[in-house]
């Protein structure tokens, strides 16, 4: 579904740990933080450009990425 993902612990060994990923899409770059089981996108989100069936299906995707870290 997207070309790559980068992701990175910020906040490392602190009360607000939490992820920080990277996708590129459709040669676009998406960002989010990835927070107790929730997403929350920067600008842009890919709800702004993708139907929302498409949109969920990445994020599931990023779910299970992130979950095996």
């Given at each position: 579904m997207f070309q790559f993902i980068?992701?990175?612990?910020?906040?490392?060994?602190?009360?607000?740990?939490?992820?920080?990923?990277t996708i590129r899409l459709s040669q676009h770059?998406?960002?989010g933080i990835y927070y107790?089981?929730?997403?929350q996108w920067l600008l842009p989100s890919p709800y702004k450009?993708?139907?929302?069936k498409?949109?969920?299906i990445l994020e599931d995707n990023i779910h299970k990425i992130i979950s095996t870290l």
């Open positions: 980068k992701v990175k612990l910020l906040f490392e060994g602190q009360f607000h740990q939490r992820h920080h990923f770059d998406y960002q107790k089981n929730k997403i450009f993708f139907p929302e498409d949109a969920q």
